[in-house]
């Protein structure tokens, strides 16, 4: 169980520390509680739930004073395996890694001691590069787990599946094919109590380098030689290095209107809550596709998709007023929910005399196969990958570093940010981006929701 310290400050009065320490385990006890009960897919019995609750404990320290992690050392004692997680503000990592080491905290004779890291890992790639030295001094590559929870997807990892099970899609993912690809992670919230945080990273931090851009690999990667994480991250760290830097004048920078009256937001702030942007993959099998990036806060609607747009018939045999090319091009999508989904659209003769055609599509979802109950959450998989040690789904110090490479222009001179009204889908010009394109977001048409719904 990853044990979490509450970071203290120097102000608050004294308690008594049994009373303080009775009163955090109740508490404690009651949200994990609460959390199971929401969040569980299956009702812990009586018997689990006192062995968890006799795990869960609580310690009050201060990240930076070594007395916590030396109180910390003699909890912990002796226990073979252990998995430190770091939720944390980013500027403590490098400090708790530290910290853990000088404490004794980091080796064991017997078992393992791993640490997972939250993002984002650095601001920029002088911070990342400073990061993962600091902490490669007293780890090794592999006790470290720097997490991104968009690859414990079930939808992410179906990527993998779909392309490289079936020999129907493989030999089409490829420029020839595939006109361009669309990467969309809205959402309806406001930053609300992460304002601190929000004000200090924006958008792009926040989403792009650590989520967008991971998916992105997946997608884009070519065969790994095998279904291991080595492999893996040299694949998808390939399609990192083939990407072009960021151009600027292909980044519109957004801001929701009312975000700068939010207590605590500068009255001038700069901070994107919105980003979309343009970026390119340097290869053979992607050269002159473009790969349309965009998330935001206060969005129009919460559906996360990847959205495959193939190329359409050079030339058509169908008389003008016939339909085709109305709704655009046929597209793969895949819904990035836990529950996944995917879509192939395409044209088809509409029933009835003369030749009329229209969309359609062919939908897959998860829970009509009804193995929904086994879908793990993205952060369930991804921790009990970091137990047994598997690095798959985790980002490597040579991936993170090159993303802050190719982001350096953007981190340099951002565009100006563009108010967007909340509820919308981002500042007018994201349309100018695409063209002569389109967003998928909204859908003309949503998914169905049972397996006999049109």
Known sequence: MPTKFQHSNAEEPETDDQSFQAEQTKFIHAVAADKTSEFGKAKLSEPTWKRLCGELGFMKGDFEDPATYQALEKRIGQTANVLFYLATSPRFFGEIVEQLAKAGLTKQAKGWRRVVIEKPFGHDLAS????????????????????????????????????????LFEPIWNRDHIDHVQIDVPETLSVDDRVGFYETTGAFKDMVVT???????????????????????????KVFRSLHPIDVTQVVRGQYEGYRQTPGVAPDSDTETFVALRCEIDNWRWAGVPFFLRTGKQLGGGERIISIAFREPPKSMFPPGSGVGAKGPDHLTFDLADASKLSLSFYGKKPGPGMNLEKLS????????????????????????AMVGDHTLF????GIERLWE??????????????????????????????????????????RRTASAG
């Open 128 to 167: 990342a590069k400073a990061l993962n030295r600091k902490i490669l001094k007293v780890l090794d590559e592999d006790q470290i787990f720097r997490i991104d929870h968009f690859l414990g997807k079930e939808a992410a990892q179906n990527i993998l599946a779909f392309r490289f099970a079936n020999g």
């Open 406 to 447: 190719l982001s350096a222009p953007l981190l340099e001179k951002p565009p100006p940010v563009q108010p967007y009204a909340r509820g919308s889908w981002g500042p007018a010009s994201i349309g100018e981006l695409i063209e002569p394109r389109k967003w998928r977001l909204p859908f003309e048409r949503s998914w």
């Open 211 to 237: 989520h967008l851009f991971q998916i992105l690999g997946f997608m884009a990667m070519e065969p790994p030689t095998a279904l291991e994480s080595g492999a893996i991250s040299e694949e998808k760290n």
């Open 362 to 385: 062919l939908q897959f979802a998860l829970h009509e196969t009804g193995q929904d109950a086994d879908i793990l959450e993205a952060y369930e998989r991804l921790i009990h990958d």
């Open 395 to 398: 980002n490597t110090a040579e």
